[in-house]
Nanobody, 119 residues
Framework: QVQLVESGGGLAQPGGSLRLSCAAS????????MSWARQAPGKGLEWVSS????????YYADSVKGRFTISRDNAKSTLYLQINSLKPEDTALYYC????????????WGQGTQVTVSS
């Protein structure tokens, strides 16, 4: 069965960095675009970044552009999100998701990894 397992979250100081990972299994990872989204306390789900299946195209929300980098290792079936210059407003539960069609139709989500930015 399809599984997406995020890791790498934690407590970090403003200005710090974290690298999130999403280990995928149960499907041919290299055939699907993947995305990260986040949900801050008391707020709705926010799309953060996407990457296509062959690593040729990436997309970012304006709020994270220049600070976040999405990448993937298809040989390891793993998606990454490098987060630099952390801000308190980056505090959220971060999810990875599989894009079924390549057009933002997500059919599987991980359980999330918590990122807390605080001094």
């Amino acid at each position: 069965q399809v599984q997406l397992v995020e890791s790498g979250g934690g407590l970090a100081q403003p200005g710090g960095s974290l690298r999130l990972s999403c280990a995928a299994s149960g499907f041919t990872f290299s055939s699907y675009g993947m995305s990260w989204a986040r949900q801050a306390p008391g707020k709705g789900l926010e799309w953060v970044s996407s990457i296509d299946n062959d690593v040729s195209v990436t997309y970012y929300a304006d709020s994270v552009k220049g600070r976040f980098t999405i990448s993937r290792d298809n040989a390891k079936s793993t998606l990454y999100l490098q987060i630099n210059s952390l801000k308190p407003e980056d505090t959220a539960l971060y999810y990875c998701a599989r894009d079924l069609t390549g057009w933002g139709e997500y059919d599987y989500w991980g359980q999330g990894t918590q990122v807390t930015v605080s001094s």
